[in-house]
């Protein structure tokens, strides 16, 4: 990653500094040096010499804002190869800069899939120039067809950081089996998309009372668990790491839990829109950008997202963030693809439906979009000190703002939130001492 921005931050003043890994929540400095946090020191210290530096080159005024890690976000679709006019992967990493995020994994179910050592290769090279560090994840299976296992090894080699058949299940455990035992020597997780397809199949949203009502296909909460259920029993077998990705039923937070309690290496990821957004939005709106793969579910399925959130059953919050064309999603509802964008809207989402409805702190949140992620996936960053990459977030957590997709950095703008009002607004954001993103 090297982003193309020549503006060059010394210092980022005054702010709120909240680094859940180090347990730092002051006022004070931070400042950067050669692309890495020199130091940082508390206001009541550089108090004088913040003020004195105010109005010099190099130094952001943080003051009333929250400075944090730059945010990860372990599950991104880009399109790229095979759909760039959906999103390349230059402008994936444009709107996770916008975002606040610094580090991005993508998952390979791009045209042909991430899955093999070329493929993992070309995303890298891709991302050379790229807003943020993007970090390819390989598939479990050659062409995602289910049949055979990836050359694992060749792709960790090359910079894969995980695993994923991602937008479907490996329909065979004896083959999940075997991924499991395999990624044991690289230390490197499965990241299962948890979907029984014989109970999903010809399903549009999540199968209960507002389906019946509508007269559409449901798709039940147990085509979810079954799998969950199922990898977890694989993971307690093989000893090997898995990663839930977009939980959206109580009672996968619920398996998760129980796994996590009996040592099974298992954690859990939430979308905003699982913790957001309900099946009932559906039938007020019938936005095929509320179509997504796992459906939204129930109220008590997303409360329970939340309370897995804030009692550590879940681990991180990822977008899952996958763009769709106009033309693909102004559809009938049946037949629009899965799937939102969610880089740019992730952090506002966490501000009004998380920290301001009373349920996490913004220390807490943060958790889970930086040193929680960045550990599952074994990234560098998420924590601030000195020595480490200047991956930082400038955000002001009061700043309310209207989604509007003329701004989406984004190729592709299948959002439900347009109109909607978000709290938390990112400000600045810095990638190995360079400045991808700034908000005027
Ligand atoms: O809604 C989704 N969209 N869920 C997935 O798992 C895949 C994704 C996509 O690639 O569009």
Known sequence: MAA????????????????????LDVIGDIYLKNGLVERIETRKRSLKSAEKIKSERGVYDARKKIVAPGLIDLHVHLREPG???????????????????????CMPNTDPPIDDQETVQFVIDQAR???????????????????SLTEIGDMVHTGAVAISEDGMSVVSAEIKRRAMEYIRMFDIPVIAHCEDASLSAGGVMHEGAISTRLGMRGIPAAAEEIIVARDIQLARATGARLHIAHVSTADSVRLIKRGKRDGVKVTGEATPHHFSLIDASIAESFDTNLRVSPPLRTEKDRKAIIAGLADGALDCIATDHAPHS???????????PNGMIGLETALGLVGKNLVNAGHLDW????????????????????????????????????????VDPEQFYSLSKNSPYVGWTLTGRVKLTVCGGKVTHEDR
């Open 4 to 23: 193309k921005s020549t503006k060059s931050i010394s210092v980022i003043a005054g702010g709120r500094i909240i680094d859940p890994a180090t347990q």
């Open 129 to 147: 120039d790229a807003a943020c560090r993007v970090y390819p994840i390989g598939a479990v299976t050659q062409g995602q067809r289910g049949e």
């Open 363 to 402: 220390p807490r949140a943060l958790r889970l979009m930086t040193i929680n992620a960045a550990r599952i996936t074994n990234l560098p960053g998420g924590k601030l000190a000195a020595g480490e990459a200047a991956d930082i977030v400038v955000f002001d957590p009061e700043e309310e703002w209207v």
């Open 326 to 336: 106009v033309e693909e999603k102004d559809n009938e509802f049946d037949i629009a």
């Open 83 to 105: 759909r760039e006019d959906e999103e390349t992967i230059l402008s994936g990493a444009r709107a996770a800069a916008a975002g606040g995020f610094t580090s991005i994994c």
